[in-house]
């Protein structure tokens, strides 16, 4: 994927279902994208949160993230000890 794509495919086909129609995803570690999702693939758009766009390589990490607004930090806190997503504060 370069660093201008603004579509990508997911593998295995069967893991796409655990992602939902929309939100944001971290891609490598490296790259925060927000999404749409439609069977496989995904439409983004690059670079949100402060990060840059960057080439990703095939078998890259796409995990989702969290993003938290307004919330009191023991809130927080305990979603992330229940979850197993990427979390990123919005302030």
Not at 54 to 74: C, G, I, N
Request: charged share 15%; proline share 2%.
């Amino acid at each position: 994927m370069t660093n201008v794509a603004t579509t990508f495919t997911i593998t295995p086909t069967e893991v796409a279902d655990d992602y939902p129609s929309s939100g944001y995803v971290a891609i490598g570690g490296q790259e925060i994208v927000s999404y749409t999702r439609s069977g496989t693939t995904f439409t983004v758009t690059r670079a949100q949160m402060n990060t840059a766009a960057v080439a990703h390589t095939a078998q890259d990490r796409v995990q989702l993230v969290k993003v938290f607004s307004s919330l009191d930090a023991a809130d927080i806190l305990y979603d992330m000890f229940v979850t197993t997503q990427v979390f990123l504060l919005a302030g």
